[in-house]
Nanobody, 125 residues
Framework: QVQLVESGGGLVQAGGSLRLSCAAS????????MGWFRQAPGKEREFVAA????????YYEDSVKGRFTISRDNVKNTGYLQMNSLKPEDTAVYYC??????????????????WGQGTQVTVSS
């Protein structure tokens, strides 16, 4: 199995940027497709972005397209989520997730078997 640890969250003003990291350990990271999800208070966890094992395929929720960029470094066993032009509605706990199944990507929580503990992102207006 793989262990995931997120970092990089914090408080930022609207229009600002943050870069989240997801450090993986335990198994060969390149065997896992990866995703980022977020959960705001009182809401369900929702898909943000996903990336294929090689990093060649990336997928985004419509609300973050053009503002967020998902990437990965399989040598460093780390995934990233670069978030630009942040809005107050982006405020949430952000989770990285990974899964070894053969599909290229997934947007549902049940499609990921491994999760980090989450990192808080707060965007002030």
């Amino acid at each position: 199995q793989v262990q995931l640890v997120e970092s990089g969250g914090g408080l930022v003003q609207a229009g600002g940027s943050l870069r989240l990291s997801c450090a993986a350990s335990g198994r060969t990271f390149s065997r896992y497709r990866m995703g980022w999800f977020r959960q705001a208070p009182g809401k369900e966890r929702e898909f943000v972005a996903a990336i294929s094992r090689s990093g060649e395929g990336t997928y985004y929720e419509d609300s973050v397209k053009g503002r967020f960029t998902i990437s990965r470094d399989n040598v460093k066993n780390t995934g990233y989520l670069q978030m630009n032009s942040l809005k107050p509605e982006d405020t949430a706990v952000y989770y990285c997730a990974a899964d070894p199944r053969s599909t290229d990507w997934g947007r549902m929580t049940y499609e990921y078997g491994y999760w980090g503990q989450g990192t808080q992102v707060t965007v002030s207006s």
